[in-house]
């Protein structure tokens, strides 16, 4: 549910961001640039639920039919209306006479007495509020939460590592994970370091990978600590994971033991900057045994002094909601310490299963589906690589020049189209998410994307998801 619920034209976008961010100061705001899903639902929802609507009025506010119907909406559900005038437009009939606020003049700022005038009247709707606490960017490392960082890797996707690297580099990536696997130097694709470098000159993050993965799925023996040691030799990287134990103790203490001896080693062979792995004992065939998983997850992070620690999505449960419930359970144990502790959820590219998890409690994810499948961005669901067809005119709708330049350019391969795709979606998803997680509206994002029905199974099976 929103305080407030901004009806504006979309000519009016740079004004109305200006306004809404001022606004969120205070209140939780709504508006539609960030729409997910079915637009007339979606709206009809959020105007019933919005405590008063803030109507930003103008010339072309004047002639949109959409901002008009908007309006009669919001009278139809006794919502309060305030109207903001942008220019001399006359308010439509029969708002005309209500009492509104003159931004004219306004000058951007929060002190102009048009902007005060105008939280004066909000005030008398709805109460102010305190900001919503945002959670802080780890003092050791230069990542935001929540974070999404695209991985690379040599196994079984449509991107060749070299060419992941240089496209998520043209594309300006802010944040990537690489496989230790595939850098060494017996290996290592040439010209990678420079383009992991270049990245790092421009302001990006670069995480390196175990490569247990690659070498878990190649049946590769021979891959070991050392190997590990080697290829991270003059490798540009902010922060590395652990080899890690892909089979703890299932004694806590024991476990807790392994890890803590892995990275330590790791610090002194590899690098210094190496960050924690906590993987989940195996019960069954398929399963894994979570039930003492916060407990370690939590113990080697203060043992560690850790600024991020790992565990992997296909330990933490059989389903989406039962890996939900697990991390729920280990952020319950991290809030018990006197700081905050980042979660990091290893091998998640889904866009449902990222913003479950946020919702439960994780604070940055990688995965490969960026360069292995590709996104419907209007759905969110994940289709087959070669179904790129059916979406590639949603790259005409890019914020980005690369991908726009992209589209009929005969030099980029069909992958490499798809690849730009599929980046454009994460980067505004990312937007999204770290908005819902901020504002504390990840219910509302996630009933955008899945569906009332799902949430409420979500809501049924884990209570306090949202809070």
């Not at 559900?77 to 109207?83: A, D, F, L, R, T």
């Not at 290592?188 to 000159?201: A, F, M, T, V, Y």
């Not at 065939?285 to 939590?298: A, F, H, M, R």
């Not at 690369?402 to 994460?426: F, S």
Request: with cysteine.
């Amino acid at each position: 549910m929103a305080d407030v619920y901004v009806i504006h034209s979309s000519k009016d976008n740079e004004t109305t961001s200006k306004i809404v961010k001022l606004l969120e100061v205070q209140w939780d705001v709504w508006w539609d640039y960030n729409l997910v899903g079915d637009y007339s639902e979606v709206i009809e929802r959020e105007v019933a639920k919005a405590k008063c609507a803030v109507v930003i009025w103008s010339k072309d506010a004047s002639v949109s039919k959409p901002v008009r119907e908007e309006v009669r909406l919001a009278e139809r559900h006794q919502v309060p209306i305030i109207p903001i005038r942008l220019d001399s437009a006359e308010m439509m009939y029969p708002f005309g006479g209500r009492s509104g606020v003159d931004f004219n003049s306004w000058d951007d700022s929060s002190a102009h007495s048009c902007f005060e005038q105008l939280v004066a009247k909000i005030s008398n709707v709805v109460p102010q509020k305190k900001p919503v606490r945002q959670l802080a960017p780890s003092p050791q490392i230069s990542l935001t939460w929540p974070s999404l960082l695209l991985s690379v890797s040599s196994h079984e996707t449509q991107l060749v590592p070299f060419d992941a690297v240089k496209a998520l580099r043209l594309f300006g990536a802010s944040a990537i994970l690489v496989s230790a696997y595939d850098l060494l130097p017996s290996r290592r694709p040439k010209g990678i370091i420079q383009e992991l470098r270049q990245i790092q000159e421009d302001g990006g993050f670069i995480l390196i990978d175990s490569g247990n993965y690659e070498a878990t799925r190649r049946g590769d023996d021979s891959w070991t600590a050392s190997k590990f040691a080697e290829a991270m030799k003059d490798v540009p990287h902010d922060w590395a994971y652990c080899f890690d134990v892909m089979t703890p103790r299932v004694e806590p203490e024991r476990a807790i033991e392994s890890v803590v001896k892995a990275v330590k080693r790791d610090r002194t062979a590899a690098t210094a900057k190496i960050l924690p792995i906590v993987h989940a004992p195996k019960e069954t065939l398929s399963g894994y045994n979570v039930k003492d998983l916060p407990y370690i997850v939590k113990e080697v992070a203060v043992t560690l002094s850790a600024p991020l620690i790992a565990v992997a999505e296909r330990e933490l449960g059989s389903g989406l909601i039962d890996r939900a419930k697990t991390v729920k359970r280990i952020r319950r144990e991290l809030d018990t310490l006197p700081y905050y502790q980042p979660l990091h959820v290893l091998g998640t590219g889904n866009p449902w299963s990222i913003a479950l998890l946020a919702a439960a409690g994780a604070d940055s994810f990688d995965g490969l589906e960026w360069c292995r499948m590709v996104v419907d961005q209007q759905t969110h669901r994940l289709h087959h690589f070669q179904h790129f067809d059916f979406f590639k005119y949603q790259m005409s709708f890019s914020d980005s020049q690369v991908t726009l330049d992209a589209i009929d350019d005969p030099k980029i391969e069909y992958a490499g189209k798809v690849a730009l795709h599929n980046l454009d979606y994460y980067r505004q998803f990312e937007v999204r998410l770290a908005n819902a997680v901020k504002y504390k509206k990840m219910e509302n994002m996630l009933t955008d994307m899945i569906g009332s029905a799902s949430v409420q199974q979500i809501r049924n099976a884990i209570p306090d998801i949202f809070q």
